[in-house]
């Protein structure tokens, strides 16, 4: 519909109400009723009428705003093609170029410590993003704040780690989560639904818990919980002992990279985990030099589950 013909079927409905005004004052003195209390009730029904015509009028006016910024987007995606073009770039060209993208996500689990602060600083400086799967932890309220505010992904890992007591039953687990949860929540604002599970998806140590089928209970109720959780298919090797050598950490992650478009790291930036924090200058320039760019994981990334 056009602005003309909006403005038209507002001075329509406009004039029906008026008729409408003037047949219900003939009603109303038919019904014997004083000059006085007709004049009321008409003055009533006039305001009424007014204030249905300065609300759609108002409502044609925020549909002529959209529709004035949807022109204007469209116009700036013309131009944008018009210059593709003009290039001599081939727009399927770029649509291979888009499915061929290597991307890495570092992801960093048991935070929040002071290696956070070290980790944060640096991907700030090379202009990073980057996922942290958090624990409940008190006395770090500005580093849930700063993950947040510095555009970085946060996500649930779990509010105890605890797998005896996540673990034993899916109550327990969906109780946790929502601790870490609202915890996260009441510090950024961010009620984020990426998870990942201690352990990963196909951890065997819950089973000493809650049993083999476990697993098999809580992953289905996170999921119809909203939340989507991410394994990794790179492994830094950082947790395979108490303090990991760097080296070998920056070749784990490169030599597993190399095979991933999609690639999911896994590292830890618990307090222990200094070598980590060492190991992140050389892994960074080494999936650069691989190809890679850096992005944070968001609900709709490229699953990345473990069978």
Do not use: C
């Amino acid at each position: 519909m056009t602005r003309k013909n909006n403005g038209i079927g507002i001075v329509v409905l406009f004039v029906v109400l008026s008729i409408g005004l003037l047949g219900s004052t003939g009603w109303l003195m038919t019904k014997g009723k004083g000059q006085k209390e007709v004049l009321k009730d008409v003055q009533e029904e006039l305001q009424t009428a007014e204030a249905a015509k300065a609300n759609l009028e108002l409502q044609l006016q925020e549909l002529n705003t959209k529709n004035d910024q949807l022109a204007k987007q469209i116009e700036e995606l013309n131009l944008e093609i018009k210059d593709l073009e003009t290039s001599g770039m081939d727009l399927s060209d770029l649509l291979v170029e888009e499915e061929n993208k290597k991307i890495a996500y570092l992801t960093f689990d048991d935070g929040p410590s002071a290696n956070t602060v070290k980790i944060l600083d640096f991907l700030k400086a090379n202009n990073i993003k980057a996922t942290f799967f958090v624990l409940e932890k008190q006395g770090y309220d500005d580093l849930y704040k700063r993950i947040v505010d510095e555009g970085h992904a946060i996500a649930i890992h779990s509010s105890t780690h605890d797998y005896a007591e996540i673990y034993k039953n899916v109550d327990a687990f969906m109780a946790d989560v929502k601790s870490l949860s609202d915890h996260i929540k009441d510090l950024t604002g961010v009620e984020t639904k990426l998870l990942r599970f201690p352990g990963g998806s196909n951890n065997r140590v819950s089973h000493r818990y809650g049993g083999s089928d476990i697993m098999t209970k809580i992953i289905p109720t996170v999921e119809g919980a909203g939340y989507v959780y991410y394994d990794w298919n790179v492994d830094s090797q950082d947790a395979a002992k108490g303090l990991q050598d760097t080296q070998v950490i920056v070749d784990s992650v490169l030599s597993q990279a190399k095979h991933n478009n999609n690639a999911v790291i896994l590292m830890h930036d618990a307090a222990a985990k200094t070598t980590t924090v060492e190991a992140l200058p050389a892994i960074v320039e080494g999936l650069k030099e691989q190809g890679f760019v850096f992005d944070a994981l968001t609900t709709e990334s490229e699953p990345v589950k473990f069978k």
